[in-house]
């Protein structure tokens, strides 16, 4: 049976995006098929927009997303990682089917303007950190966060920002003559190699961020704890958006590991079910496509909504139809689900826009029972486009 395309989750230049603009996301979204996007952005609805008008003149229907980092402090007292491979307790969730035009509440929109603030605060050390690394390497380049910001992004600067601010800087001056770039790469690096060719541009600002950017690297800055909110005040800005709490799976690595969280699929689902989730999602091109699969099939028929998408948060521009790790085509269950899941978001996002209770009630309860009534809706929605 067929089932139209569906992205739920893609990042733009409004966060951090291989895209260059919303339009190159949605031409290549419109040239590949898919139907059904999600613009789906770090601590910003700003993007909405243009995404909005976007999607009108290529007949897409789009869905309004939104991301965050939080900190659960039981799960971080506890040592569990849950979707950060890393740092116990800190949590991705996203915001899906949220009102368009956006709108929050003074106290909400303040809690978000003070995430934003302190994120920018962390980059821009970050910057400094950077600058005096090409001083003391005596490399004659002036990193400007304010440029940055106005040049390289729409008002969210983020880390990947800087690494590709520094490429940028670093290639005009060595006037892109690549022997000498892989020079002054050698000497910001601490003697370490570029290994990617300079034509690689993702290659390149991903060996920065790894060399200096991340933990361990001389320009690292860790992200003061202001900068996370609790996860319960995430959920409560997405719910009072009119979107519903979404748990983004890290699912399996490419050996077939888990986090503790997500290792034990029957808990994870009474987890996420005890802490309020009624919709999940992955990103597909990290996972093999029968453990996707496994999960996927599971949390849907435990009456979880869920959706897929690609992110594009990095600089390698991969399709925007989904595909599973190694480029290999979702099956036909997996293209279900999606597809229903991004029914559902549909048929939320529509109704709370008019003014009327979605599949998520303003206390963030769902009956799942209902979801299908939210299939039929949002695949008529999606159909009359």
Not at 76 to 82: C, D, N, R, S, T
Not at 263 to 280: C, I, N, P, Y
Request: glycine content about 6%.
């Amino acid at each position: 049976m067929y089932y139209p395309k569906v992205n739920a989750h893609m990042h733009t230049p409004f966060s951090f995006s291989a895209f260059s603009d919303v339009k190159e996301a949605l031409d290549r979204a419109l040239c590949e098929n898919v139907k059904v996007v999600g613009i789906n952005d770090f601590y910003t609805a700003d993007g909405y927009g243009e995404w909005a008008v976007g999607c009108k003149e290529r007949k897409l229907y789009p869905l309004f997303n939104i991301e965050f980092i939080c900190l659960n402090e039981d799960d971080q007292k506890a040592g569990l990682k849950v979707n950060d491979p890393v740092n116990p307790g800190r949590t991705y969730l996203s915001g899906k089917g949220l009102t368009y035009p956006f709108k929050l509440n003074e106290t909400f929109a303040s809690q978000l303007i003070d995430v934003q603030n302190e994120s920018f605060f962390q980059v821009s050390a970050m910057c400094n950190k950077l600058n005096k690394l090409l001083k003391d390497n005596d490399v004659d380049i002036i990193l400007d966060i304010v440029w940055i910001k106005n040049e390289l992004t729409k008002g969210m600067v983020r880390e990947r920002h800087l690494a590709k601010a520094l490429r940028l800087k670093v290639y005009e001056y060595c006037q892109n003559d690549e022997s000498r770039i892989k020079n002054v790469f050698e000497k910001i690096f601490n003697a370490k190699v570029l290994k990617s060719d300079p034509t690689n541009i993702a290659g390149v600002e991903n060996e920065i961020r790894a060399n200096l950017l991340k933990a361990g690297g001389v320009a690292f800055v860790p992200e003061d704890p202001k900068a996370f909110l609790p996860t319960k005040t995430v959920c409560d800005i997405i719910i009072a958006a009119g979107g519903i709490p979404t748990y983004p799976f890290l699912a399996d690595n490419d050996k077939g590991e888990y986090t503790d969280f997500e290792k034990d699929l029957k808990s994870v689902a009474e987890q996420l079910t005890q802490r309020g989730f009624h919709s999940v999602e992955f990103i597909t091109t990290r996972n093999d496509v029968n453990l996707l699969e496994k999960y996927a099939d599971y949390l849907y028929n435990q009456g979880f909504i869920v959706t897929f998408g690609s992110e594009h948060n990095s600089p390698v521009m991969e399709p925007v139809e989904l595909f599973a790790r190694n480029n290999t085509p979702l099956t036909e269950l997996l293209m279900k689900i999606n597809y229903e899941g991004a029914c559902v978001l549909a048929a939320h996002q529509f109704l709370v826009s008019q003014g009327k209770e979605g599949y998520v009630d303003k206390n963030g309860y769902a009956d799942r029972s209902k979801r299908n009534d939210y299939v039929k809706l949002g695949d008529q929605l999606i159909k009359d486009l």
